[in-house]
């Protein structure tokens, strides 16, 4: 079945860089996202990757994929108080389909 | 910047009663979906719809549930008879189809819903 997992809990200071990372079993997955939940809000995409690809870059991200080991990050350089929020991966297989979530990864920044 | 938008933003209801959820797509839009996150738990699907049809449901999307585009704005999600599992925030999200590219979906604010 699918099944992605994450980390619970990153903490930074601020400036430093965040890496957040994603374990996926679903192996037809096509793309991965990355989404970001502020408190009491929806789901904001930030990003996202097709699965023939191994990195992209968008500003103070960067998303890597390694298929071979079905992992997934994000990276946010220069890190700061404003980026405190829930990160969810998720990832779609072919077509249009649902969205399966991660369990989710608090990021708290520390000035 | 278009946007998803859902209303009520907080709904509660006595346990037995029938909600229903709104929710206004981005206007150029073709697939809606629902989704919904129990506190402290993961975001899970419970339906897509497209060309005024359920196209996938998952198992937590029962006869209790339905769907509908009652015109061309709105999509709806209603609970025939809540339960107390059923509070939750419920995600509408929308997106269209760009052509072998990539289906992403934009999420509204979510309604919170507390079954009393």
């Known amino acids: 079945g699918e099944d992605v997992e994450q980390s619970l809990f990153l903490s930074v200071r601020e400036g430093d860089s965040s890496v957040i990372n994603c374990t996926y079993t679903d192996s037809s997955s096509t793309y991965l996202y990355w989404y970001k939940q502020e408190p009491g809000a929806g789901l904001q995409l930030l990003t996202y990757i097709f699965s023939n690809m191994d990195m992209k870059q968008d500003q103070r991200l960067t998303v890597l994929l390694n298929k071979k080991d079905k992992h997934l990050s994000l990276r946010i350089a220069d890190t700061q108080t404003g980026d405190s929020a829930i990160y969810f991966c998720a990832f779609t297989g072919t077509g249009f389909q649902k969205l399966v979530f991660g369990t989710g990864t608090r990021l708290l920044v520390s000035p | 910047e278009p946007e998803v938008t859902q209303t009520p933003s907080h709904q509660v209801t006595q346990m037995g009663q029938e909600v229903i959820l709104r929710c206004v797509p981005i206007s150029n839009h073709l697939y809606f979906y629902w989704y919904r996150q129990i506190l402290g738990q993961k975001v899970e699907f419970l339906v897509s719809f497209y060309n005024n049809e359920i196209s996938e449901k998952s198992e937590i999307f029962d006869d209790q549930f339905s769907v509908e585009r009652p015109d061309g704005s709105n999509f709806t999600l209603k609970i025939r008879s809540t339960k107390l599992e059923d509070s939750a925030m419920y995600f509408c999200?929308?997106?269209?189809?760009?052509?072998?590219?990539?289906?992403?979906?934009?999420f509204g604010p979510g309604t919170r819903l507390t079954v009393l």
């Open positions: 999200a929308s997106s269209r189809w760009e052509g072998g590219g990539t289906d992403t979906q934009y």
